[in-house]
C-alpha cells in the first residue's frame, strides 16, 4: 500500500497535475504531520526499549486486580482520556504498546486490548480542538461560522463524543465478550533496567502530556522529547540509534495521499461530491454528510478527506458532522487515519498480527454504530 501511494504521488508531481503554489499548500499541511509522525514514532520506539511500556503494563495488570474485564475498562478509561487530552496519535504511539505488554505479560489476547486502543484513538477524538488534528484545522472554519474558541467547539461536540465512545463499547465489548471473560495471574518482578533511560524516557513521555496541551505546534514537543532520548541513548546505548526507528513507509504514504487528494481536489473532486454529500440541516442530512466524510476517510485518510469535504459545509452544526465523519469513520481501513498507521506500526512491532479482513468487518459495523449515534446526539447541540 505504502509505494502504491508514493508511486501515485510522484506521478502527481511528474504529470504536472499540481502547480508550485498547490505543491507548497500541500508542504505546508502535511509538513507539521510528518514531523510529528517521524518524532513521536522515535519516542515510542526508545521509550519502549527503556522499559517505560512494559513498567507501565505492570501497574495497569495490578490495577484490574485479576479480572480481564476490569482491566479492559481501565484500557478503554485510558484509551479515553489519553485522546482528549493528548490527541489520537499520541495515543495509538503511547498506549498502544502499553496494552500489548500487558496481554503479553498476562497471556491474554491481544488483539481485544489492540483494537479497542485504535478504536477509542479514533472514536473519542471529537471532545477538544487537541484531539485531532482536523479538530485544529476546523477551528478557523467554525471561528468564521461564530464558534468561538475551545468552550464554543465543545458545547458542539460534548454530545456527539459521548454517543461515539458509548457506541465503541458496545460494539467491543459485545464483539470480544468472550476473551474478556474470566482472570490472569499478576506479573511477577520487573526485569532490570537502565535507571538513566528508563527514568529519562519516562519522564519526557509524562511532559509531553501538557506540552501538547500548551497550544505548541504539536511537532515541536515531539521532536524535542526525541531529540533528548536520542542524545541519551547514544550515550548510553547507541546500539538501539538505528535506522528502522524511522516511519518512513508511513511517511510515503501519508505524503502521496495529500498530493494525490490535492490534485482531486484541484481538478474539481469538491464538485463531485457535492450532489453526493447534499445539502439542508437536521439528522438525515447530517448523517449524509457524515457518512461521506466517513466513507471518504477510508478511502484516502483522513486528513486529506477533511480538507475535501470541509467546503461542503456551510454552517457550524454541518462542519461538526464532517468532523465526525473524519474522526468516528475511519475504522474500515488501516489507511484512513494517521493514528491507524501509528497503531498497526505498533502492533508489528510487537509481533502482534492484525487480520486485516476481521479489521475491517468489524471495522464497518463500528463506524457504522459510531457515526450513526454521534449524528443523532449532534441533533442536541446544533
Do not use: K
Amino acid at each position: 500500500m505504502w509505494w502504491t501511494c508514493g508511486l501515485a504521488g510522484l506521478a502527481v508531481l511528474a504529470g504536472g497535475l499540481l502547480g508550485g503554489e498547490d505543491v507548497a499548500r500541500v508542504a505546508g499541511r502535511a509538513g507539521p504531520v510528518l514531523a510529528f509522525l517521524v518524532a513521536v514514532t522515535v519516542v515510542a520506539e526508545l521509550a519502549d526499549a527503556a522499559g517505560v511500556f512494559d513498567a507501565a503494563a505492570r501497574l495497569a495488570a495490578r490495577a484490574g486486580r485479576g479480572r480481564t474485564w476490569r482491566l479492559w475498562l481501565l484500557v478503554v478509561a485510558l484509551g479515553t482520556a489519553a485522546t482528549v487530552v493528548l490527541s489520537l496519535d499520541t495515543t495509538a504511539v503511547l498506549l498502544t504498546p502499553v496494552v500489548l505488554a500487558m496481554a503479553a505479560q498476562l497471556r491474554l489476547a491481544p488483539l481485544p486490548f489492540a483494537l479497542t486502543t485504535v478504536w477509542l484513538a479514533n472514536t473519542t477524538s471529537l471532545l477538544l480542538p487537541v484531539s485531532n488534528l482536523t479538530n485544529l484545522i476546523a477551528l478557523d472554519t467554525l471561528r468564521s461560522l461564530g464558534v468561538e474558541g475551545t468552550a464554543g467547539f465543545t458545547a458542539l461536540t460534548w454530545a456527539p463524543f459521548l454517543a461515539g465512545l458509548a457506541g465503541a463499547v458496545a460494539v467491543l465489548g459485545l464483539a470480544h465478550r468472550r476473551d474478556l471473560r474470566g482472570g490472569y495471574a499478576l506479573p511477577g518482578d520487573a526485569p532490570r533496567r537502565d535507571p538513566v533511560l528508563f527514568g529519562t524516557a519516562a519522564v519526557v513521555c509524562c511532559l509531553l502530556a501538557p506540552a501538547f496541551v500548551s497550544g505548541v505546534e504539536p511537532a515541536v514537543p515531539a521532536a524535542v522529547a526525541a531529540l533528548v532520548l536520542v542524545v541519551v541513548f547514544a550515550l548510553r546505548r547507541p546500539g538501539a540509534l538505528r535506522p528502522a526507528l524511522l516511519p518512513w513507509r508511513t511517511v510515503v504514504l501519508v505524503s502521496g495521499l495529500f498530493l494525490v487528494v490535492e490534485a482531486a481536489q484541484a481538478h474539481g473532486l469538491t464538485d463531485l461530491l457535492r450532489p453526493v454529500a447534499g445539502g439542508g440541516e437536521g439528522f438525515r442530512a447530517h448523517l449524509r454528510l457524515a457518512a461521506t466524510a466517513a466513507v471518504s476517510a477510508n478511502v484516502a485518510d483522513n486528513l486529506p478527506a477533511y480538507l475535501a469535504v470541509e467546503p461542503l459545509a456551510g454552517s457550524a452544526a454541518r462542519l461538526v458532522a464532517v468532523l465526525v465523519g473524519v474522526n468516528l469513520g475511519p475504522l474500515v481501513t488501516p489507511w484512513a487515519s494517521l493514528a491507524t498507521l501509528l497503531w498497526l506500526d505498533r502492533c508489528r512491532a510487537r509481533g502482534v498480527h492484525v487480520p486485516l479482513p476481521r479489521f475491517a468487518l468489524l471495522g464497518l459495523v463500528g463506524a457504522a454504530v459510531c457515526v450513526t449515534a454521534a449524528v443523532a446526539a449532534l441533533q442536541l447541540t446544533a
